[in-house]
T-cell receptor, first 115, second 116 residues
Framework: ETGVTQSPTHLIKTRGQQVTLRCSSQSGHNTVSWYQQALGQGPQFIFQYYREEENGRGNFPPRFSGLQFPNYSSELNVNALELDDSALYLC??????????????FGQGTRLTVV | AQSVAQPEDQVNVAEGNPLTVKCTYSVSGNPYLFWYVQYPNRGLQFLLKYITGDNLVKGSYGFEAEFNKSQTSFHLKKPSALVSDSALYFC??????????????FGTGTLLAVQP
């Protein structure tokens, strides 16, 4: 098991609502990335946080936003939920060391269902 | 554009036989390549990576992968499959984004089924 923990593990929300997912990174890691994995597909990069700032973003609309805290933990916020947002949301932590990142270690994911 | 292809949706192999899960990639520059495994209702577990150096990379649980630059491939292999290896396997490439960004592009995954 990795040291990356996510909460909650499962969540059901209604279309139009807002949701916040949480992630605690592995000890010693300073970078957190978020991925969306729809059923039957590979994970898709949402964005990454480093030094509490967004540092790279995938093809997701602005209603997907996030935060990173001084202890390197992170939140993913999704506003105005749509049915297609139903997916497994994965958090990955890594450590940026000078010129390169270590490999990413993933949490167990949060399964979000939008009804 | 950077991309990863896993041409097989499913691979079936008998326990004790060797297994291969295929992956090809398209990147500009030197590729950073990874294999991850996903068990049902779980996150991704890191298996191995290729950054530079020997073309044969050894990883966790007896898995290894062979990097072939001319064929732009990074196939995952294991000499003797176990029933417990049955899972979903993802190949990924790290996108050179600049700075601290660690964006991974994943393939669509290959379901490995090992029959007893």
């Amino acid at each position: 098991e990795t040291g990356v923990t996510q909460s909650p593990t499962h969540l059901i929300k209604t279309r139009g609502q807002q949701v916040t997912l949480r992630c605690s990174s592995q000890s010693g890691h300073n970078t957190v990335s978020w991925y969306q994995q729809a059923l039957g597909q590979g994970p898709q990069f949402i964005f990454q946080y480093y030094r509490e700032e967004e540092n790279g973003r995938g093809n997701f609309p602005p209603r997907f936003s996030g935060l990173q805290f001084p202890n390197y933990s992170s939140e993913l916020n999704v506003n105005a939920l749509e049915l297609d947002d139903s997916a497994l949301y994965l958090c990955a932590s890594s450590s940026f060391e000078g010129r390169a990142n270590t490999e990413a270690f993933f949490g167990q994911g949060t399964r979000l269902t939008v009804v | 554009a950077q991309s990863v292809a896993q041409p097989e949706d499913q691979v079936n192999v008998a326990e004790g036989n060797p297994l291969t899960v295929k992956c090809t990639y398209s990147v500009s520059g030197n590729p950073y390549l990874f294999w991850y495994v996903q068990y049902p209702n779980r996150g991704l577990q890191f298996l191995l990576k290729y950054i530079t150096g020997d073309n044969l990379v050894k990883g966790s649980y007896g898995f290894e992968a062979e990097f072939n630059k001319s064929q732009t491939s990074f196939h995952l292999k294991k000499p003797s499959a176990l029933v417990s290896d049955s899972a979903l396997y993802f190949c990924a490439v790290r996108v050179p984004y600049g700075g601290a960004t660690n964006k991974l592009i994943f393939g669509t995954g290959t379901l490995l089924a090992v029959q007893p």
